[in-house]
């Protein structure tokens, strides 16, 4: 990579961030459209695509026929929270020895800027080629679920191919092949109510949702010991136990690697919200429990539903909040086995798969059938925080890679 490219990247990353394109409300006009400007001063032309009031996406094609590879990443970020907590304004795009800082420059700026960069680098070579089509698709909505973004445009066939890399965070030496699923549901149970003092006549609707809690992590537990994972996730289950462990001990907790294998591996149990009763000296005849499930890949929210709801039974109702499906790319996969190989050849450096818990625009390709992988610059833990930065070298790492993977998958040599 020359001097020149080296030194766009950076201005291009501090550029983006210095839209605040915060969701919510999450519009997207002003990056959408400096994007569509940056791309067309280079000579390629871009659409725009509106599913949503002011949160347009930006698409650019090069090259026809397949193969087709998505290059995907999000132009809105979360709020920058208390300014006055921020070393550098949170949309200055500041440059301090070695760091670019601002809110998304690690959740997704940078990445977004990686492959915009490789997109116009690699195109002429692409077009000239003459077989095979990369799209470049910067979406909005991702921080809010990515309806109006990925999903709409996956949905609508615009972004439709044989392979997609998210540039998410994932940091240089690591890519994501999948990640957990979501359940939350709501258990409730109801009594009757009596005066306080005489709690015999009544039925008391929290002490039953208390047993109904109990009842519920036991349920779970027994389902844990039953799960089968998927075995070639294996490796990247133990991976993601010590990434997630790594960063415990960054912050002083006792835990050890089988507890994160175990949290990546099975669902997770998180009562989050408790609400019942309405004056001290009535026994309650409701109470409601709202509980956060997050389960692997290989296991469905509507058999864990199905198991809370049979083991419950008379003990409490179970109403359905939110649920997606886990999902995940084969690590055997001809794009997973591309960004593995670049990372080990570029960067001289073993590479890690692993699984995350939370969600990533990724599912919405995988669930049309088309392997994904999320790689590209960051640090998992700077996302969404204070002081925000991302790397300069992971900047230019990823970028290296992220080149090697992209003319590999083309067949382009040198
Ligand atoms: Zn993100």
Redo the contacts with the bound molecule.
């Keep these: 990579m020359s001097q020149d490219l080296r030194s766009g990247l950076v201005e291009l990353t501090s550029r983006l961030i210095q839209f605040p394109s915060v969701n919510p409300p999450g519009y997207t006009v002003n990056i959408a459209s400096f994007i569509r400007d940056w791309l067309g001063n280079l000579g390629f032309s871009s659409e725009f695509r509106e599913y949503a009031k002011d949160k347009p996406n930006v698409i650019a094609k090069v090259g026809r026929g397949r193969p087709v590879l998505i290059l995907n990443g999000?132009m809105d970020v979360v709020p920058p929270g208390d300014e006055s907590r921020w070393a550098y304004s949170p949309f200055s795009g500041k440059v301090v020895e070695g760091r670019i800082y601002g809110r998304g420059a690690t959740?997704?700026k940078g990445g977004l800027a990686v492959i915009m960069m490789v997109f116009t680098e690699l195109a002429p070579i692409i077009e000239k080629r003459g077989s095979g089509t990369l799209i470049l698709s910067a979406t909005a909505d991702?921080?809010t679920g990515g309806h109006p973004g990925v999903e709409a445009l996956v949905r609508d066939g615009v972004l439709i191919g044989d392979a997609a890399i998210v540039a998410?965070?994932s940091g240089s030496h690591r890519y994501y092949i999948g990640e957990k699923g979501l359940c939350q549901v709501k258990l409730v149970t109801r009594g009757r109510p009596a005066h306080g003092s005489l709690p015999i006549l009544g039925d008391n609707a929290i002490m039953r949702l208390v047993r109904a809690i109990g009842k519920a992590e036991e349920l779970i537990n027994e389902f844990n010991r039953g799960i089968k994972l998927p075995s070639e996730l294996m490796d990247a289950i133990r991976n993601s136990a010590e990434v997630y462990l790594e960063a415990a001990r960054a912050s002083g907790l006792n835990l050890t690697l089988s507890d994160f294998e175990r949290v990546v591996g099975t669902v997770s149990f998180n009562p989050g919200v408790v609400r019942g009763g309405s004056k001290i000296n009535m026994v309650p005849d409701y109470a409601e429990l709202e509980l956060d499930m997050r389960v692997p890949p290989g296991v469905s929210p509507s058999q864990v539903i199905n198991y809370l709801r049979s083991g419950l039974s008379g003990a409490a109702d179970v109403e359905v909040l939110d649920t997606s499906e886990p999902n995940y790319t084969s690590p055997n996969e001809s794009i997973a086995r591309l960004v593995h190989e670049g990372i080990e050849r570029v960067l001289g450096t073993t590479p890690k798969p692993i699984i995350v818990t939370g969600a990533?625009d990724g599912r919405y390709f995988r669930a049309r059938g088309i392997p994904t992988v999320v790689y590209g610059p960051g640090e998992l833990a700077m996302?969404h925080a204070y002081n925000e930065y991302v790397t300069v070298d992971d900047l230019f790492r990823t970028h290296d890679v992220m080149v090697y993977v992209v003319r590999r998958f083309f067949g382009i040599e040198g």
Excluded: C, I, L, S
């Design positions: 999000h959740d997704m991702e921080e998410e965070p990533t996302a």
